[in-house]
C-alpha cells in the first residue's frame, strides 16, 4: 500500500469534482466538504487530500481521505507576537505569552490556543488543517491572549509581563511575508526590495515597534542585523508593493501602575536579581506584579521598622531616667546619714593617770560632778598617809 498525494495525472479535475459532489450527498447533518465543491477552489484537494493506492496485477483502488468541516470547527488563526512597550526612560515592560497561535472561532464565541510544537502537527498553506485534540475554550474563559483580542478591561491583571531595563537590543521576527520589528532607540533602516524587476533602495528612520508587509521579497539592513530576501521560481510577475504599517499603541501597563513603575528603585530590582540567580541564569527581565507585590511589602517593613524604632526609643529613655533617679535617690539618702551619724557622736576625753596604780581603799569617796554642770571632770580621792 502507498501513500501519497492526490495525483491530478490519475483523477482529472472534472472526475474529481463528480466524486466529491457524489460524497457530499451522504455526509452526516452539518457536515460539510472542507472547501466545497467549486470549480475555483478544486485545487485545493490535490494539496489536502491523502490517497492510498492498493492493488495487484488486475486493478488498483485508491482511497482518498477527504476532510470534512462543520460550522463549529472554522477558526480564524492568528499569530501572535509580544513585542515590548516603553513605560519610562530606562524602563520597558513586554507581556509573556505561551501560545504562539490564537484561533477565534466564526461565531467569536469561542477559541483555541496553539504553541510552536503544536501547529506542528497541522496540515499547513492557504487552510490549515488540524486534529481534534486541541481543547475549545469559550469567551468566557480567563485566559490571557483571549483578553488582549478583546482588550477586556481585565487583561492586565491576567496576563503575566516582565519589566525589561535598560533594552538595547532590537527585534525582529517574521511570519509568513511579515516582519515585526521594534526599535528601542530610533534606527536608520535600508529596505531594498523588487519593484518591476529592478531593485530598488529605500531609507526609513525607524522606533518602537510596527510590522513591514509584503517583505518576504525585501531586505532589511541596520547597523546591527540584515535580512536576506526571498525569491521563488523563475516566473517575473507584478509583485505587491512593500508598505509599512504601524499600529496603535495599546499600553501594557494600566495608569495607575505608571507611577509605581517609576517609583521602583534599582535596590528593590536587585532584590529580585539577587533571588533570580540563586536558582537561574542572570537575566534582566523582571516579573512586574512581583515588583509590585515587592514593593508593597518593602514599604510595610519601613513603617513596621520605624514603629518598633520609637517604641525601642521610648523604652530604653524610660529606663535610663529610671537608673538616673533610682541612683540620685541612693545619693541623696547616704548624704543624709552620714549628716546624722556626724552630729550624734561624742568624742571621748583622755584623763592622764599616775603610772603607779594605786588600791583605793574602802574610805574613799569619789564624787561626781552635778548634774549642772556641763564640764565632763573626774574627781578622784586618794588618803593620805599620816607621819608617826
Aim: proline content about 4%; hydrophobic content about 35%.
Amino acid at each position: 500500500m502507498l501513500q501519497d498525494k492526490l495525483p491530478i495525472s490519475i483523477i482529472k479535475l472534472t472526475t474529481l469534482q463528480g466524486i466529491l459532489r457524489n460524497i457530499s450527498k451522504q455526509l452526516p447533518e452539518g457536515y460539510e466538504l472542507i472547501v466545497g465543491t467549486r470549480t475555483n477552489k478544486l485545487y485545493l484537494y490535490y494539496e489536502l487530500v491523502q490517497v492510498s493506492a492498493i492493488g495487484n496485477i488486475q486493478n488498483m483502488k485508491l482511497i482518498a481521505n477527504v476532510h470534512l468541516k462543520s460550522a463549529i470547527s472554522q477558526f480564524t488563526l492568528y499569530k501572535v507576537v509580544a513585542l515590548p512597550t516603553r513605560v519610562s526612560k530606562t524602563n520597558f515592560v513586554q507581556y509573556s505569552i505561551d501560545y504562539s497561535y490564537f484561533g477565534l472561532e466564526n461565531s467569536r464565541h469561542d477559541f483555541i490556543l496553539f504553541k510552536e510544537t503544536g501547529l506542528l502537527k497541522c496540515v499547513t498553506g492557504e487552510i490549515t488543517i488540524c486534529p481534534a485534540n486541541t481543547a475549545v475554550y469559550s469567551s468566557k474563559t480567563l485566559k490571557c491572549l483571549s483578553n488582549l483580542f478583546f482588550q477586556t478591561s481585565t487583561y492586565n491583571s491576567i496576563c503575566r509581563r516582565h519589566l525589561l531595563v535598560n533594552l538595547r537590543t532590537p527585534t525582529l521576527q517574521k511570519h509568513k511575508s511579515l516582519w515585526f520589528y521594534y526599535f528601542p532607540e530610533q534606527r536608520q533602516v535600508t529596505l531594498r526590495y523588487l519593484e518591476n524587476n529592478v531593485w530598488t533602495t529605500r531609507t526609513e528612520l525607524l522606533s518602537e515597534a510596527g510590522m513591514i508587509l509584503n517583505a518576504s521579497s525585501c531586505s532589511i539592513a541596520t547597523e546591527e542585523f540584515r535580512t536576506l530576501p526571498e525569491l521563488h521560481g523563475s516566473m517575473q510577475t507584478t509583485l505587491d508593493i512593500t508598505h509599512l504599517y504601524i499600529p496603535d499603541k495599546v499600553s501594557t501597563v494600566a495608569d495607575h501602575e505608571i507611577p509605581l513603575l517609576e517609583q521602583i528603585t534599582q535596590k528593590e530590582i536587585q532584590q529580585i536579581d539577587e533571588v533570580r540567580s540563586r536558582v537561574t541564569t542572570h537575566a534582566q527581565s523582571f516579573d512586574v506584579n512581583s515588583l509590585f507585590h515587592l514593593r508593597q511589602v518593602s514599604l510595610y517593613q519601613e513603617q513596621r521598622t520605624f514603629w518598633h524604632l520609637i517604641a525601642t526609643t521610648i523604652v530604653c529613655a524610660l529606663a535610663i531616667l529610671g537608673i538616673l533617679y533610682l541612683s540620685l535617690r541612693s545619693y541623696v539618702q547616704h548624704s543624709i546619714t552620714s549628716c546624722h551619724s556626724t552630729n550624734t557622736t561624742v568624742e571621748p576625753n583622755t584623763v592622764m593617770l599616775n603610772p603607779l596604780p594605786v588600791t583605793p581603799e574602802p574610805s574613799q569617796k569619789t564624787q561626781f560632778p552635778r548634774k549642772d554642770e556641763n564640764r565632763d571632770v573626774t574627781f578622784t580621792a586618794y588618803p593620805l598617809n599620816q607621819a608617826k
